[in-house]
DNA sequence: CCAAAATAGTTTACCCCCTAAACCAATACA
DNA sequence: TGTATTGGTTTAGGGGGTAAACTATTTTGG
């Protein structure tokens, strides 16, 4: 059991921590050298659920509404957001433009694309069931502590 | 078949590419505010097989050698490396002071506790053995395409 | 044997990310 | 209505990264 948890503990860390960034520097596509993958999750979340504030952004990507602010205006100044005034004249609703809206797509696409195929090519079936229970659970414990 | 590729895809997206680094932000632990994680990467990477070459370290980090030199200065003006010189003049063997054994063995056991408390508080013994072979799975993923 | 090519590192210019703190504007509320 | 709170922006400062230019030192090959 101990020993277990000290593996999974490396494993947890070379993998989570400095596996996944070598594998986003990877990617290439002439979309994805333009938007940086934060600004992309950006596109992707309002995409699902609509125009939202700024602060409802910052939370749900769990950064400073500073960082936030600082990403939304390169996203305007790319022409991917507009900005939807609500009643609360303090608050700015963004929404996607076309352009955003493409965007999202498009990027999405290509990463779907991109971890498909490191996926298909070397997880057989029997493994990709264990892979699906096991991410079920760390975006449950990621949350949980995230919040 | 088809549909769980599909959600092994967003999955791994939700939980490695924007999961993690929200974890790590949560860490707290003045070392852990001091130094980078990639930082700490370093002196790990040395304290498991010592002095090595800054050539060897951006291979190894997967970056670029500018990025690497940039980050060997900050380590050692913090006085956690140092260097030697090797036969080679042109290269530079760079290696752990003291206070850089510390720091990383410090750090490691913080890192450790944090995510030991994160695993074995929510995962029961059975999908330890899940998360064990999904993860030795997805190193071997991550490294065979990063190389 | 020596000049040209390759290699290891550093620097510089430029980009993105993040936080904290100061600062506006508008809304809440006591 | 005057003060507190809330939503966003800005600024300062510190990380991360790349590419390209530049040194210094080895290798190579004619």
């Known amino acids: 059991m101990d020993k277990r948890i000290q593996e999974a503990v490396e494993l947890f860390q070379q993998v989570l921590i400095y596996g996944t960034e070598r594998v986003l520097r990877s990617v290439e596509d002439p979309l994805w050298k333009e938007y940086s993958p934060e600004q992309m999750q950006v596109l992707n979340i309002i995409a699902k659920e609509g125009a939202m504030t700024a602060g409802r952004i910052a939370m ?11 990403r939304l205006k390169k996203l305007k100044d790319k022409e991917l957001l507009h900005v939807l005034q609500s009643d609360d004249k303090r608050e700015k609703l963004l929404d996607l433009t076309e352009k955003g809206r493409v965007a999202a797509k498009h990027s999405n696409e290509v990463l779907h694309g991109y971890i498909e195929k490191l996926l298909i090519n070397q997880v057989d079936d029997q493994e990709i069931e264990q892979f699906l229970m096991t991410f079920r659970k760390l975006k449950e414990i990621l949350k949980t502590n995230g919040e």
Do not use: D, E, R, T
Not at 60 to 70: C, E, I, T
């Open 60 to 70: 749900l990507q769990g950064v400073h509404k500073s960082a936030v602010s600082n």
